[in-house]
């Protein structure tokens, strides 16, 4: 059974950090592209950055470039997502997930884990 466990949310103030972390079992993440998404309240989950499985590119969306970083270690089969400089408007639920194939659709995602940012 393939799980992607996401821990490390939690409150904080704005411009603090938070380290996400996503481990995966029955899954050997270095098969697969891996990303973090994220909804707010009312809002539609969003793509917030993405790092293939050789870690030799990753992806950031414009509102998180430079303040967030992707990064993964497939010897502990676990990615990561360091949060800087954090804003009210980074609250949401973050959500991990694994992509098998550039532009197919991700097959497994974890259940989220909440960050709050206050201001």
């Known amino acids: 059974q393939v799980r992607l466990v996401e821990s490390g949310g939690g409150l904080v103030q704005a411009g603090g950090s938070l380290r996400l972390s996503c481990a995966a079992a029955?899954?050997?993440?270095?098969?697969?592209?891996m990303g973090w998404f994220r909804q707010a309240p009312g809002k539609e989950r969003e793509f917030v950055t993405r790092?293939?499985?050789?870690?030799?590119?990753?992806y950031y969306a414009d509102s998180v470039k430079g303040r967030f970083t992707i990064s993964r270690d497939n010897a502990k089969n676990t990615v990561y997502l360091q949060m800087n400089s954090l804003k009210p408007e980074d609250t949401a639920v973050y959500y991990c997930?694994?992509?098998?194939?550039?532009?197919?659709?991700?097959?497994?995602w974890g259940q989220g884990t909440q960050v709050t940012v206050s201001s």
């Open positions: 790092i293939t499985r050789s870690a030799l590119t990753t």
């Open positions: 029955g899954l050997t993440i270095s098969t697969y592209h």
């Open positions: 997930a694994a992509q098998r194939v550039t532009g197919a659709s991700y097959a497994y």
